[in-house]
């Protein structure tokens, strides 16, 4: 006993230091979201938290199971008569509730909704009991829910009631055992179903205590939280006291619950004071109630998710606190009010200055603990500067210049607008001002004298002093930048030369120096600058443009304790790392999560520390730490919601929890929506998604904080929608895959090919038939035709041979007549001599006739043979004939070459008559040669050239006629 007392008196003793001031210099907030009941539409009081293997956060709610996807909020019912629950435990798929008389789990069916199982309705009707507040994990699939006076242990397959010792109030079950709280024991550990008993040490401190938590610190070491605010380590069954120096506050808060963060730190959730957080080594870190942004003082229970960030149940509502932020505010829930504009810290204590005054923090006399921040009352009004100049702490605002001194405000200039102060030596300072510069000196009675320095008025909010103090730069937000030539030994101003537009920048509007790195800079409306002193001109610089480009205005830049360069670009933070590297790293997206927040008037990054940068805020600051090692998370869980389609009029469901599965819609139905969540609770409004459905999108979407896709009037085919997420840090999830298949309309499917096919057939045999039998038809038919257009063509031959017969006859008729005529004429000539001869042959007989007379006789006869012969009477009865016979030839002839003489027109008649050149000869009564010499004669008068026949020409006369 005594060993026991001396061990917890030394405990005690260690554990007093470790208390006794606060390690962290800056008192920020956690970014806290406060979620009402108004905003998720169910009860007002959570009892119980955890979390699913798709990221989903459940809440034991009074009105139900109360679901959060990160978008929407969704609440089951038991199908019971009460559905208020007091626990649950998400495990595997299933999600494990307790509540009023019930126990059972949820899971997910074939569409992905939720349905619930009883497990209570298995107890025999004679096991009563009252409300399951607690589930726990135990081995080999083992469910354990825990009631009051009864723990029932659940293996996938039957429920087994352990009945608990008498008066157990609350029970645990950890690493194979039963802890029960007991009034009289005070603590019991034992096996479950053997009931077989280990022996704490010291059990007895927890006598008349009420047990509200116990945490798995290792396999042997469990921590124990009551209600009256006691802390207790159970290590190897032996059971020691920790943190007392803070019993008493936390008797004053009462404790419900607690759990474990990262880094081995404990949060404690209270009834009357919200949320205290411990370090490893038990020291109060962080102390978060209403005032620091809880939706309620009272806390029924904590869980840290998988991206180590604090839910927290209350009795009225719920709160999400972002634990694992590089990033914590400075606003009115630490107790510093209006917007941020300046910041420094002198005497170990920080100053902040907003738009409502000048905010310090605030220490305990007693423990040296900053707790909270409060107003300077002599410093009220639009704050613009605060900064420990020389050892002197000046404040810059709208009413003046002011020296703090121990939190006491001393105004120095009562000049309407200051801006800033800069030390020239020990005793004269140089102030900037609405209208100009000011001297200010600090005489030996510690009394001020302030003065305006005549030849320069414009507004002088950024100024800087180049080593030796014969340069003074001033840049003017819409006027450009300016160039003091100064005389420090009498504080003068010699010359003044403005630069603008014409010297080197885009315009004359937004310029602001800032001193970076040891260097002077000049960031424009667009682009980042550096003066050019041979040139007297202003020039982009190298680097900054290289890494940020011109396009977009830096609006603030400022390098911290580590070299990292720190910069507002078009309103968004960022921060270039290892700049000396050969390829500097910007870091943008982690800010991702503050942008909305930062101020957008006369935004300022101030560095405090190597831990600590401060970013003037549209409500006070916000708190960056550099150094802080966030976790990676290489996965962001994304799931699909819902998965509709639509024949405009009705919805249907399509979900199915087989994402490989290819899902069919039918082609009326062809209007498909998808809604998909991200369940990463950072920045959660922020989260943003790419979709890609494959066979319709040409390329992925772009990124989009729109959670929902539709495609309306999708063709027949096979699609495949590819979703990724990304949260505000970057971090991409893995993607998940819809698979579906639209089928075609009735028209075009298989059956339809097949109907189609079949009638095809079928009109194709008809078809063949038909044209088979047209076929026949046409043959017989053009079989006719031909018979027909043969006797036709025999009747046409023999008609063409009748008439060519007659006209043949006719010709030879014609020829024979006008041989005939030729004939008669030449036979009465004939006759006509053989009369003369027999009269002359009768005469010489009788000797009437001498050889004088018979010759004259004879003479006489040869003159009426040559008469006859070239009687132009007879060549016209001849012509005539011919004429008659051969369809007006001559007429025809003379008409078309009327110099044809009469020999010529012979030759024509007798070639016409197929007579030979011989034939003509004796016919025309001259040789051979005389004929073949009219023939060549002929041809000329006729035109014909020596490839032409005669013979042809002649024949065709008559038909060129009628042609013509």
């Known amino acids: 006993m005594r060993l026991t007392v001396l061990l917890f008196c030394l405990l005690f003793i260690l554990q007093l230091p470790a208390f006794s001031k606060i390690t962290d210099t800056i008192k920020g907030v956690p970014i806290t979201t406060n979620i009402p009941s108004s905003v998720y539409n169910a009860g007002s009081q959570n009892w119980s938290i955890t979390q699913d293997f798709r990221g989903y956060m459940y809440f034991a709610n009074n009105f139900g199971l109360l679901e959060f996807n990160g978008r929407n909020w969704n609440t089951y019912k038991l199908n019971k008569a009460n559905s208020n629950l007091l626990s649950v435990k998400a495990i595997d798929k299933r999600i494990y509730v307790g509540g009023q008389k019930e126990f059972g789990y949820f899971q997910l069916d074939s569409t992905n909704q939720l349905f619930y199982t009883s497990l209570s309705d298995e107890l025999p009707k004679d096991i009563e ?153 038990y020291q109060l870190i962080d102390h978060i109630d209403t005032s620091k942004g809880l939706t309620d003082i009272i806390v029924y229970s904590l869980f840290l998710d998988k991206q180590d960030n604090l839910w927290v149940a209350h009795r009225n509502g719920l709160s999400y606190i972002e634990l694992e932020s590089p990033f914590k505010l400075i606003n009115k829930n630490a107790g510093v009010e209006g917007g941020g504009y300046a910041a420094c810290i002198s005497n170990d204590r920080l100053y902040l200055g907003t738009s409502n005054g000048l905010f310090v923090e605030d220490v305990d006399n007693v423990t040296g603990e900053k707790f909270a921040f409060k107003s300077i009352t002599e410093a009220r009004g639009h704050t613009y500067f605060i900064e420990e100049v020389n050892g002197k702490l000046f404040h810059a605002q709208h009413l003046g210049l002011y020296e703090i001194q121990k939190d006491k405000s001393l105004q120095i200039n009562k000049e309407i607008g200051a801006w800033n102060t800069i030390a020239l030596n020990d005793t004269h300072f140089l102030q900037g001002g609405y209208n100009g510069l000011y ?190 090692q966030r976790a990676i998370h290489k996965q962001v869980p994304v799931s699909l919601v819902s998965f509709n389609s639509s024949d405009g009029l009705e919805s249907k469901n399509e979900l199915n929890n087989n994402s490989e599965e290819n899902i069919t819609i039918p082609y009326d139905r062809n209007n498909i929506d998808f809604e998909f969540v991200a369940s990463y609770y950072d920045g959660m409004q922020f989260n943003k998604y790419e979709t890609y459905l494959i066979g319709f999108d040409k390329q992925p979407n ?31 999830s893995a993607p998940i895959f819809v698979n579906f298949t639209i089928s075609p309309p009735w028209s075009r499917s298989i059956y339809a090919y097949v109907l189609y096919l079949f009638i095809g057939i079928l009109l194709t045999i008809g078809v063949v038939l038909a044209s088979r039998w047209s076929f026949l038809h046409r043959v017989k038919s053009l079989l006719g035709e031909k018979q027909i257009q043969l006797e036709n ?144 004669r002929l041809r000329k008068k006729l035109g014909l050239d020596r490839h032409e026949s005669l013979t042809e020409f002649i024949e065709n006369i008559t038909h060129m006629n009628e042609i013509s």
Not at 234 to 248: F, I, Y
């Open 129 to 281: 009991f009252d409300e399951v507040w607690n589930i726990q994990e135990g081995k080999s699939n083992e469910i354990y829910f825990i009631a009051h006076d009864f723990i029932f242990r659940y293996n996938n397959e039957y429920v087994t009631a352990i009945q608990t010792v008498e008066k157990t109030r609350y029970s645990y079950y950890m690493d194979g055992y039963i802890f029960s709280s007991n009034n009289e024991l005070g603590i019991e550990k034992y096996i479950p179903l053997t009931q077989e008993r280990k022996k704490i040490q010291n059990s007895y401190f927890l006598k008349g205590k009420n047990i509200r938590q116990i945490l798995r610190i290792s396999k042997n070491e469990h921590m124990i939280f009551t209600l009256e605010g006691e802390i207790y380590l159970e290590k190897n069954n032996v059971l020691l006291p920790v943190a007392q120096p803070l019993w008493s506050k936390f008797n004053d808060a009462m404790i419900n619950t607690a759990t474990l963060l990262t880094n081995n730190r404990i949060a404690i959730g209270t009834q009357n004071a919200g949320i205290f957080i411990l370090s490893e080594n």
């Open 439 to 628: 001297l200010l000196e600090n005489t030996k009675n510690s009394k001020w004298k302030t003065k305006k320095i005549p030849g320069f008025k414009e507004s002088s909010r950024l100024i800087y002093i180049e080593p030796g103090q014969k340069t003074i730069w001033v840049s003017h937000g819409f006027k450009g930048v300016y160039k003091i030539s100064f005389d420090p030994e009498n504080y003068k101003i010699l010359k003044v030369r403005h630069y603008g537009e014409n010297d080197g920048f885009f315009s004359n509007v937004l310029i602001n120096l800032f001193y970076v790195r040891n260097e002077l800079i000049f960031c424009g409306e667009r682009g980042v600058f550096i003066y050019d002193e041979p040139t007297d001109k202003f020039k982009l610089h190298p680097l900054y443009t290289k890494l940020l480009g011109t396009e977009t205005r830096i609006s603030s830049m400022a390098s911290d304790y580590d070299d990292n360069v720190f910069f507002i670009q078009d309103g968004k933070l960022g921060m270039i790392k290892n700049i000396n590297a050969k390829s500097p790293f910007i870091e943008r997206n982690i800010f991702g999560r503050i942008n909305h927040l930062v101020s957008d008037d006369l935004e300022t990054i101030i560095p405090i520390n190597k831990q600590h940068v401060l970013f003037t805020a549209k409500e006070g600051f916000i708190d960056y730490n550099p150094r802080f």
């Open 793 to 936: 063509k025999d009747i046409e031959i023999q008609r063409l041979k009748e008439k060519q017969l007659e006209q043949d006859l006719d010709h030879k008729n014609k020829e024979l007549a006008l041989s005939t005529v030729h004939l008669t004429q030449r036979n009465e000539l004939l006759n006509s001599l053989k009369s003369d001869l027999q009269r002359i042959l009768e005469k010489i007989n009788k000797g009437n006739f001498s050889k004088v007379r018979t010759y004259d006789a004879l003479e006489l006869i040869i003159n009426r043979i040559g008469k006859d012969i070239n009687d132009e009477k007879e060549w016209s009865r001849f012509e005539d004939h011919f004429n008659l016979l051969h369809s007006d030839f001559f007429k025809i002839l003379k008409k078309r070459h009327p110099d044809l003489n009469t020999q010529e027109l012979k030759i024509c008649a007798y070639i016409r008559m197929n007579l030979s050149s011989k034939e003509m000869a004796s016919a025309m009564n001259i040789s051979l040669r005389g004929v073949e010499t009219s023939r060549y």
């Open 702 to 732: 772009p990124w989009s904080i729109q959670n929902s896709v539709k495609y309306t009037n999708l063709k027949e085919g096979k699609y495949q929608l590819r979703i990724k997420g990304k949260n505000i840090y970057g971090e991409e």
